[in-house]
């Protein structure tokens, strides 16, 4: 049995995950909280096998909480689930010590399966994350969740609107007070996320899809 503690300032989807979870026989979710000061607490108390935690929280938010659960208990894992898709907030919560990195509106069912795989120890992403972080973990048993729609961040879709637009990743850049360099790692991981071979075939699609976004 792989019990779980949770999380996240959304009682809404606190519930949601625990009425999915009720009848499982392989997961539990043993307790909740909406803040990180009292996930430290729970976590102390309840000593479970795995920590889901959302990285924006009141009180303490999921990197300092992640780090102190696993300072004091190195052999409970954390998985972070968050809306946060940008490289800085998957590098803070790594080096923390998740071993998972999910995103909120990947699914219920990639939930279960990046539950069983970081309780075993494993690191799982969602295919949605920015891929470059894999290479740290190349020596790992790494696994990737799958899904078959592709989920670009608001602000990956607004820069491919822009691209459709005939921006260039200088113009995209002072367009929105963003650093040129951060542009070019938006492209890059869209074209891992849409599975394209160049920036002249994500051009194509930014042109094809303009109109959907």
């Given at each position: ?81 968050t809306m946060f898709d940008q490289p800085d907030a998957i ?123």
């Open positions: 049995m792989i019990t779980v503690v949770m999380a996240e300032d959304h009682q809404m989807l606190i519930d949601g995950v625990k009425s999915f979870f009720e009848f499982d026989d392989a997961i539990t979710i043993i307790g909740s909280v909406n803040n990180g000061e009292e996930l430290v607490k729970l976590v102390a108390l309840k000593q479970p096998k795995l920590v889901i935690t959302d990285i924006r929280m009141p009180l303490m938010d999921g990197i300092e909480a992640t780090k102190k659960i696993k300072k004091n208990f190195p052999h409970i894992n954390v998985l972070a689930m590098k803070q919560m790594l080096d923390a010590g998740a071993t998972g990195y999910l995103l909120k509106n990947s699914g219920i069912k990639m939930l279960h399966e990046a539950i069983e795989t970081v309780a075993q120890g494993k690191t799982f992403f969602d295919p949605n994350v920015a891929f470059n972080f894999m290479n740290s973990y190349i020596d790992k048993n790494v696994t990737v969740g799958k899904s078959d729609k592709i989920i670009l961040s608001n602000r990956e879709k607004e820069i491919l609107n822009l691209i459709a637009n005939g921006k260039t990743s200088k113009e995209i850049a002072e367009n929105l007070f963003l650093a040129k360099t951060t542009i070019d790692t938006h492209r890059k991981n869209m074209i891992r996320k849409l599975n394209l071979s160049s920036g002249n075939e994500l051009v194509k699609y930014a042109i094809d899809q303009k109109y959907l976004f």
